[in-house]
């Protein structure tokens, strides 16, 4: 069995399965949230004294909606997560065997490279736009690629070589031919042809240390941006990107990339409302990164991620507005620029871009369980005043 949790290796499941819990085998199986039956907080009451409490999603559970606010409202918000139960709606039973998912038994891995040299504005152009059409049409939780997760890795042009990563179910009889078609489709007409660097069959227990999906080093200094796409890029918003990955004024030096991940599938079979998470109609998930170590370095590429994320984003704000193309941003990829009217000049602020309309909720969540606003940070879910 298997909790479809997350992909980094140095992220634990606390505040992971709190903001959603997103990772390979999402499009399979949905959310790890979607899986989540109770939650053990450590609530401070309006008194001033801690308590344990356990919310379950029983809908006569008076606790309910404490459980609902840890289905993706985000860590720090309402008390300490001391324990998480999961089990899938309707199973039945005792047997934990049958309580949740099941992983494929083995995976297809699979990794190419396109060559920055040779790689045009238009050949790149064609490569993210096929990206984006590819999984517009291949993303219905009855997908025959449902079990397909990818990363395709925009790095800056000064690391050398653009990245596609990609696993599934290789249990399938058509696995080849289904990685085969998705890879073809997704280097149609780039101009450059792309060199594989691995093909192969591994068990589902060596594909989750498969370090194709590897998280960076927890001694990194770092700045994460996030994107949710219900359609591809937009030719300008690739224009944004492919401008900021190729400056010359810019010397990346672990790592400064866009990154495109599968998304979609049994996530989308679940309503906006049913957890904290809104976002459920999206069919990509896009991380801005930028990855470095010298702190004296920090502002130069601080710079960079937020021009690039301004740039790409330049029509709706700076920010990938909710109710277009773009359905906000991930709530785990904190980040306070969208605090910020330097870096966010939309009209929706950083919880609408979080929570959609379900921050009214969780503010009611919060006024209940952390009345005194114990739990706060720079963008906590406020109480009611």
């Known amino acids: 069995m298997v909790i479809p949790a997350g992909i980094c290796q140095n992220v634990g499941m606390g505040g992971h399965v709190v903001g959603g819990a997103y990772g390979a085998l999402n499009r399979l199986h949905g959310l790890a949230v979607d899986h989540l039956y109770a939650v053990e907080v450590v609530v401070v009451g309006r008194s001033g004294a801690a308590?344990?409490?356990?919310?379950?999603?029983?809908?006569?559970?008076?606790?309910?909606?404490?459980?609902?606010?840890?289905?993706?409202?985000?860590?720090?918000?309402?008390?300490?997560?001391?324990?998480?139960?999961?089990?899938?709606?309707?199973?039945?039973?005792?047997?934990?065997?049958?309580?949740?998912?099941?992983?494929?038994?083995?995976l297809l891995l699979h990794v190419q490279n396109w060559p920055w040299a040779g790689l045009t504005q238009e050949g790149f152009t064609r490569l993210v736009r096929n990206a984006g059409t590819w999984f517009e049409a291949n993303s219905a939780p009855d997908s025959p690629y449902n079990s397909l997760f990818s990363h395709l890795r925009l790095t800056h042009q000064a690391h050398g070589t653009v990245t596609l990563a990609a696993q599934l179910d290789a249990t399938r009889p058509d696995a080849e031919k289904l990685m085969s078609d998705f890879t073809a489709a997704i280097g149609e007409g780039v101009g450059v042809a792309a060199r594989q660097t691995q093909h192969r069959t591994v068990p589902w227990v060596h594909g989750v240390w498969w370090n194709g999906f590897a998280g960076t080093n927890p001694n990194d200094r770092a700045k994460y941006k996030s994107a949710y796409l219900r359609r591809g890029f937009t030719d300008d918003q690739i224009a944004g990107i492919y401008r900021n990955l190729t400056r010359a004024d810019y010397q990346p030096h672990l790592g400064s990339m866009v990154q495109l991940a599968a998304y979609g599938g049994r996530v989308n079979t679940v309503g906006p409302e049913a957890t904290a998470v809104p976002q459920r109609d999206s069919v990509v998930k896009v991380m801005f990164a930028s990855v470095w170590q010298p702190p004296a370095d920090d502002a130069k590429h601080l710079q960079w991620i937020r021009e690039c994320y301004r740039d790409t984003f330049a029509a709706t704000g700076g920010v990938p507005a909710r109710g277009g193309t773009t359905d906000g941003c991930f709530v785990n990829y904190a980040d306070v620029d969208l605090n910020d009217p330097r870096w966010n000049s939309s009209d929706q602020p950083w919880h609408e871009l979080y929570y959609g309309g379900n921050y009214a909720r969780l503010r009611q969540v919060k006024t209940r369980w952390d009345p005194r606003d114990v739990f706060r940070h720079a963008q906590s879910v406020q109480p009611l005043s």
């Open 51 to 106: 308590r344990a409490v356990v919310a379950t999603r029983e809908p006569d559970d008076p606790h309910r909606e404490l459980w609902w606010a840890h289905t993706g409202g985000g860590g720090g918000n309402f008390g300490i997560v001391t324990r998480y139960w999961f089990r899938t709606p309707g199973a039945k039973g005792d047997d934990p065997a049958a309580l949740l998912p099941k992983p494929p038994p083995e």
